[in-house]
């Protein structure tokens, strides 16, 4: 089965850097997402990871380890309107390759 | 590129009501998804087809729930009788093939009262 855990909410000021953790596990592991959830809209893609290691994409990084059942996204120079839910997502390739979605961590930016 | 279309976006209907969501995906996705968005949740996979067919449909209460992508393209979900519990935004995702990135719809939010 699928168990992915990450933090319910975070804050962090306008300007620093703030990592979101997730933790999961499952049977065929064949890749991690990361998406970005405004409120009342739908979630768009932030970033993919198969291979252990970071990826970088501008202002924000994913980062994974698959012998730890870990991965986190790392915002840098946050901005106001990153204030949105994060949502984890990991695809499981014994179950026809869906995704399977973290409860998403709501990230409040303040000034 | 057009996005994933969802309509409509907004729906109340009376417990015990029938309910149909709409979505076309994106031109030349084969791989289509229906999710539930429980408020303060992460989507959970209803069904997943793969041009027509049905992936896997484990986790769709079958004894209300229907869905169907008859020509491979469009798709609608439908919900008879609706309980409060149905309560939710119902996401359409799609991709080009099974495990690439999904796109999103906007989503449609279902308030059953």
């Known amino acids: 089965g699928q168990n992915i855990d990450q933090p319910t909410e975070m804050t962090a000021t306008e300007g620093a850097i703030v990592q979101i953790n997730c933790t999961y596990q499952t049977s065929g592991f064949n890749g991690l997402f990361w998406y970005q959830q405004h409120a009342g809209e739908a979630p768009t893609f932030l970033s993919y990871n198969v291979l252990d290691g970071l990826e970088e994409k501008g202002r924000f990084s994913s980062f994974l380890s698959r012998s730890k059942g870990y991965s986190y996204l790392l915002l840098k120079e946050l901005q106001m309107k990153d204030s949105a839910s994060y949502l984890c997502a990991v695809r499981d390739q014994n179950t026809g390759n869906q995704f399977y979605f973290g409860t998403g961590t709501s990230l409040t930016v303040i000034p | 590129e057009a996005g994933v279309a969802q309509s409509p976006r907004y729906k109340i209907i009376e417990k015990r009501q029938s309910v149909a969501f709409w979505c076309n995906p994106i031109s030349g996705h084969a791989t289509l998804y229906w999710y539930q968005q429980i408020l303060g949740q992460g989507p959970k996979l209803l069904i997943q087809f793969q041009n027509n067919g049905v992936v896997d449909d484990s986790q769709l209460p079958k004894d209300r729930f229907s869905a169907e992508r008859l020509k491979g393209v469009d798709s609608t979900l439908k919900i008879q009788p609706a309980k409060l519990e149905d309560s939710a935004v119902y996401l359409c995702?799609?991709?080009?093939?099974?495990?690439?990135?999904?796109?999103f719809g906007q989503g449609t939010r279902l308030t059953v009262v």
């Open positions: 995702a799609s991709s080009f093939n099974r495990g690439g990135e999904a796109f």
